[in-house]
């Protein structure tokens, strides 16, 4: 079937550390999203990805860098200058033309910063 | 930019109706839901386009005023399952290239 893997489930890292979420899909899909989740506050844009080698800034990609080589393919690193980047993490997928799509997530990275 | 959602939460019993509504300052081409169970991925319900007709989905159906710039979702008929956080999506022209979410609304259906 296919879908979207987000790895790993859950995440730890020591302050001062760069980290790297993965996501991959086998939907075919063009776009790709990253989104931050915190309690309280829905799901909030960080990167996002229309074809490959290219992607865009969401609203909070301070402290966050994607690439994206592959369509399959956008991992997010979250980096030391990210303040406070414990959250929960998902990704996304949707095609090019969503008049009836929508979008299709991941089961998500909880990441904690100890 | 972000949509307004009210009510921030919602409690019911089985068989009760609900309304969930979401509200934008901006024109709106499209509205987009999604129920999230805890700790799990959103989950697609349905899609309102500017012009467009009421959607409906078994027992939750949306509409989309467009003079109002406010989508709303009805539950009929509350089932446990119905249970989760549910958001709203939002582009402001055709194929934005993303999504812009709502806060969230909580409903939690009892026996």
């Known amino acids: 079937d296919g879908g979207i893997t987000q790895s790993p489930k859950y995440l730890f890292r020591k302050e001062g550390q760069n980290v790297t979420l993965s996501c991959e899909q086998n939907l075919n899909h063009d776009a790709m999203y990253w989104y931050r989740q915190d309690p309280g506050q829905g799901l909030r844009l960080i990167y996002y990805s229309q074809i490959v080698n290219d992607f865009q800034k969401g609203d909070i990609a301070e402290g966050y860098s994607v690439s994206r080589e592959k369509k399959e393919s956008f991992p997010l690193t979250v980096t030391s200058a990210q303040k406070n980047p414990t959250a929960f993490y998902l990704c996304?997928?949707?095609?090019?033309?969503?008049?009836?799509?929508?979008?299709?997530f991941g089961s998500g990275t909880r990441l904690t910063v100890v | 930019q972000q949509p307004v959602q009210s009510p921030q939460a919602v409690i019911l019993r089985e068989g009760e109706d609900a309304v969930i509504n979401c509200s934008s300052s901006k024109a709106l081409y499209s509205v987009h839901w999604y129920r999230q169970k805890h700790g799990e991925a959103p989950v697609f319900l349905m899609i309102l386009l500017k012009g467009g007709e009421q959607k409906g989905h078994e027992k939750i159906s949306a509409s989309f005023n467009e003079k109002k710039q406010q989508s709303s979702l009805y539950l009929t008929a509350s089932q446990l399952s119905y249970s989760g956080t549910y958001f709203c999506g939002t582009e402001r022209t055709y194929n934005t290239d993303k999504l812009i979410f709502g806060t969230g609304t909580r409903l939690q259906v009892f026996p």
């Open positions: 996304a997928s949707s095609i090019e033309a969503r008049e009836d799509y929508g979008y299709t």
